[in-house]
């Protein structure tokens, strides 16, 4: 199974350029943790970046709550993914048909194909969403996810719903989506190598006040055989700046590290 593969061993499993730079760096870094950067401006942004870069596989960002959001911020993400070697998730979640998301995913003031490597996608409109999304992100070497399960209380996403987006992932092929955002790897039977990234995520359980709802690293990646761990307030949002999130972000790389290990001895 999968989850007893390390992430270097998958690499060849994948095609798509994306996945497999993924898999390189948390090999490398030994790092299954994504930062998720929920901040509203790009100086504080490039703050976070720069604070805890080095320790995550992957950065994750909300384009849309950036005030000051510009293509020279973007250019700067991408200089810093290659500089401290990261993958740069756009959490877009679009949800809308083929034609729509086209648009929304190549232009507008975002133009998020440009710079993420990696977004995500609602299944709910039906698979003319991959068909639209692919047609602007695989030329480029872009990945997809499919939200497959939701973190959030009272969520719709469940059951026959998950069944459904694996089966939609599966007849679209791994060509562009890579994977799901999910709460427990969603596919019992493991015909292929999916990536399952997962949100709510604390070094304590617990939630919010709005529904989030938050396991610990050893749950998802022991417990759930998910792969990566998402990390937003639990990170940012610790006081004392930069050097306090580097030791947080440490704390969390290796929580989610030595989850994977003792995985891998299972
Ligand atoms: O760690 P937090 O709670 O501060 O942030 C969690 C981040 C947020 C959410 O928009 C996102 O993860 N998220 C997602 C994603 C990544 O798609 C899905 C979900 O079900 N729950 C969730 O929290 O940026």
């Not at 998720?36 to 994750?60: H, P, Y």
């Not at 695989?138 to 694996?166: D, H, I, W």
């Not at 791994?174 to 799901?180: A, I, M």
Request: charged content about 25%.
């Amino acid at each position: 199974p999968t989850t007893l593969k390390t992430y270097g061993s998958r690499v060849s499993l994948h095609s798509n350029p994306t996945a497999k730079r993924l898999l390189e760096i948390m090999e490398r870094k030994q790092s299954n943790l994504c930062v998720s950067i929920d901040v509203t401006n790009t100086a504080e942004v490039l703050e976070i970046v720069r604070g805890v870069g080095s320790k995550v596989c992957m950065v994750k960002t909300h384009a849309d709550i950036i005030s000051d959001f510009s293509s020279a911020f973007a250019d700067e993400l991408v200089r810093f993914s290659k500089e401290l070697d990261f993958i740069i998730f756009e959490d877009r979640k679009f949800a809308d048909i083929g034609n729509t998301v086209v648009h929304q995913y190549q232009s507008g003031p975002l133009a998020i194909a440009s710079w993420a490597h990696l977004t995500n996608a609602h299944p709910i409109p039906g698979p003319g969403i991959i068909t639209g999304l692919s047609s602007v992100g695989l030329p480029l070497g872009r990945a997809l996810l499919l939200l497959g399960e939701m973190s959030s209380k009272g969520n719709l996403a469940t059951g026959e719903y998950t069944k459904k987006t694996m089966q939609m992932a599966k007849e679209a092929g791994r060509e562009f989506v890579v994977g799901f955002i999910a709460m427990s790897r969603v596919d019992p039977e493991e015909e292929e190598d999916w990536l399952m990234l997962t949100p709510g995520v604390g070094l304590v359980q617990g939630g919010d006040k709005m529904g989030q709802q938050y396991r610990t690293p050893r749950d998802v990646i022991l417990d759930s055989g998910c792969d990566v761990i998402i990390v937003g307030r639990g990170i940012y949002g610790v006081k004392g700046g930069k050097d306090a999130m580097e030791a947080e972000a440490e704390k969390y790389r290796r929580a989610g590290w030595e989850a994977y290990e003792e995985r891998l001895k299972r």
